[in-house]
């Protein structure tokens, strides 16, 4: 069992950065792959970067590569997302998820994040 906790949100100008941080209780998160989802008003939640258990493969959605970068310290059982050049189409509730390598489902989520970028 694996609990996220997200933190790192907030109301930024567009071109500025945020750091989001998930950290994860229990022993086993260097098990776990890890993502970053997001859901905007009115629109599905979608896959934004996600982080293979040892943190060697990654994986970034078209609308954020080169500009988000998704990391993890499996010594602090945390997964980070570094957004940067921030657009006001990145604005929505960002979540943390985790899922057992051996598993295709991710499990595990955050309470989600707030990130709200103003033009």
């Known amino acids: 069992q694996v609990q996220l906790v997200e933190s790192g949100g907030g109301l930024v100008q567009a071109g500025g950065s945020l750091r989001l941080s998930c950290a994860a209780s229990?022993?086993?998160?260097?098990?776990?792959?890890m993502g970053w989802f997001r859901q905007a008003p009115g629109k599905e939640r979608a896959s934004v970067a996600r982080i293979s258990a040892s943190g060697g493969s990654t994986y970034y959605a078209d609308s954020v590569k080169g500009r988000f970068t998704i990391s993890r310290d499996n010594a602090k059982n945390t997964v980070y997302l570094q957004m940067n050049s921030l657009k006001p189409e990145d604005t929505a509730v960002y979540y943390c998820?985790?899922?057992?390598?051996?598993?295709?489902?991710?499990?595990?989520w955050g309470q989600g994040t707030q990130v709200t970028v103003s033009s």
């Open positions: 229990g022993r086993t998160f260097s098990s776990y792959a």
């Open positions: 998820a985790g899922r057992r390598s051996d598993s295709g489902t991710y499990a595990y």
